[in-house]
């Protein structure tokens, strides 16, 4: 964990955010070290690299292992949208190697078309824009509930009452949904959320990677037990979709049904999770963002601003910060412009989808964080492909109405503390974010 004070950012609309600078050279940096990951920075080590080094080999100090890093949009897009060339069934994290386990291991995020599509396609149901609009009011329940425990804290001698937003807001809501949609009944869910935050980050318990497999064989033992009672008691929720569907003209095994479900609620959890603590430092960080955010509560185009600030603060603080591939033959990767790369059959890339998002050759401003930005088509659910986030808008409405419904409840909620971080190179973790408000 690694401490950060939290600054405000204003800059005229009609000039250019410059690109950061870092005192960092091209030869200093390895995108493999988590203790490089730890710099405030890092937007800037990212543009030298964008810029400079667009493709390039990093290696994994520990074992060695080289890969290759992609930080322009074009190039990751080019790679995400050929799933025959660029292979997620070795792991989607830089870190793993051919027959490593970790937390997606058997999950439809590891798998190549057609497997892939036959997979998605049993869950995509549970996933339309029109079954997330449905969601809605089940969204708007909890997260009145859990700004109805916020109205509950006690005040200081100034009428602040003080929280963690990651404990009090982050964790709970986008958990509460997620486990909502599966069937997995309340007085599991706490239990359940434990169990995904350990097995996706780890180092932040303490825990060793040789462990993960336990953990993720208990989230599947108990998918497995709810599916068997969705057999003899069919709902509406993905857990009875799960049962009843067939991947591959044949219903699925045990084990296949238990990493579905394993992979839903670790999809769902940590990286909304974290969408929803980086939009709170942000509208902090931007107070005229923030301001503008909170002019359009009340008005006819509430919703549209809401829908795209939530779009922006994706963008802005991309939740998961890459993935990887691996080349099934030898291919060409990048632009006469840039200059091409050979990669070889077997070898990885690894996209940081971080860095697309301020590719100025994708986004104008690349480095303001505007709410009302248009067009904005941003790479922190993918940059497109067979694998682009199943819950992209799921995570948008989750966002969308946390912000906006804490805004109105809280117009002064702001942080107020030392902001604590993961060392992570995959997973854009916030751990602690002390906020104060008037719970009025
Ligand atoms: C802000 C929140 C979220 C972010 C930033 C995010 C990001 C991502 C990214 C980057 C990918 C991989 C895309 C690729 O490499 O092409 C992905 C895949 C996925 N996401 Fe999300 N996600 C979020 C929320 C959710 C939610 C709420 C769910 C709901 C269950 C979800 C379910 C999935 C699934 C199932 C996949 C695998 C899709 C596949 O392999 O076809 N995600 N997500």
Request: charged fraction near 25%; glycine fraction near 6%; proline fraction near 6%.
């Amino acid at each position: 964990m690694t401490d950060h004070a939290h600054h405000t950012y204003q800059w005229p609309r009609d000039q250019m955010v410059p690109t950061p600078e870092t005192d960092l050279s091209l030869d200093q940096i390895n995108l493999a070290d988590p203790s490089l990951w730890a710099r405030d920075d890092m937007d800037a080590v990212l543009a030298l690299r964008r810029e400079e080094l667009p493709i390039t080999q990093d290696e994994h100090r520990s074992t060695g292992s080289p890969f290759w890093s992609l930080t322009r949009w074009d190039h990751i897009a080019a790679v995400t949208s050929d799933s025959t060339t660029f292979s997620s069934i070795h792991g989607v994290a830089a870190a793993n190697e051919p027959g490593d386990a970790h937390a997606a291991s058997d999950t439809m995020i590891v798998m190549d078309p057609p497997l892939h599509t036959k997979a998605r396609k049993l869950v995509n149901r549970g996933f339309t824009p029109r079954q997330v609009r449905a969601l809605a009011p089940a969204v708007d329940r909890r997260v009145e509930a859990m700004i109805e425990d916020l109205r509950q804290k006690p005040t200081d001698a100034n009428g602040y009452a003080h929280t963690d937003f990651v404990e009090d807001v982050a964790v709970r809501l986008p958990a509460a949904v997620i486990c909502d949609m599966m069937g997995i009944p309340e007085s599991d869910q706490n239990h359940m959320v434990d169990l995904t935050s350990r097995s996706l980050n780890p180092n932040g318990y303490g825990i060793h990677r040789d462990e993960v497999p336990t953990i993720a064989a208990e989230i599947d033992a108990y998918g497995l037990e709810l599916a068997q009672s969705r057999i003899d008691n069919p709902t509406e929720d993905l857990t009875s979709l799960l049962v009843n569907g067939q991947i591959a003209d044949a219903a699925l095994a045990p084990d296949e049904i238990g990493a579905f479900f394993r992979l839903l609620v670790l999809a769902g959890n940590e990286t909304t999770r974290n969408g929803l603590s980086h939009g709170m430092l942000t509208l902090s960080e931007w107070p005229d963002e923030r301001q503008r955010w909170q002019d359009a509560l009340g008005r006819d185009d509430e919703e549209d601003v809401a829908w795209s600030g939530s779009e922006e603060i994706v963008r802005w603080s991309s939740p998961v910060i890459h993935m990887k591939r691996n080349a099934t033959r030898d291919a060409v990767i990048g632009d006469p412009e840039s200059g091409e790369v050979e990669v070889a059959e077997g070898e990885k890339i690894v996209m940081w989808y971080t860095a697309a998002n301020r590719d100025h050759r994708r986004f104008h401003d690349p480095y303001r964080f505007d709410i009302l930005r248009s067009p904005n088509h941003q790479g922190g659910f993918g940059t497109g492909g067979a694998h682009f986030c199943l819950g992209a808008n799921l995570a948008r409405r989750e966002i969308a109405i946390t912000m906006t419904e804490l805004l109105r409840a809280f117009p002064d909620i702001d942080v107020d503390g030392p902001i604590e971080k993961a060392r992570s190179n995959f997973l854009h973790i916030i751990t602690a974010l002390p906020v104060r408000y008037t719970p009025t």
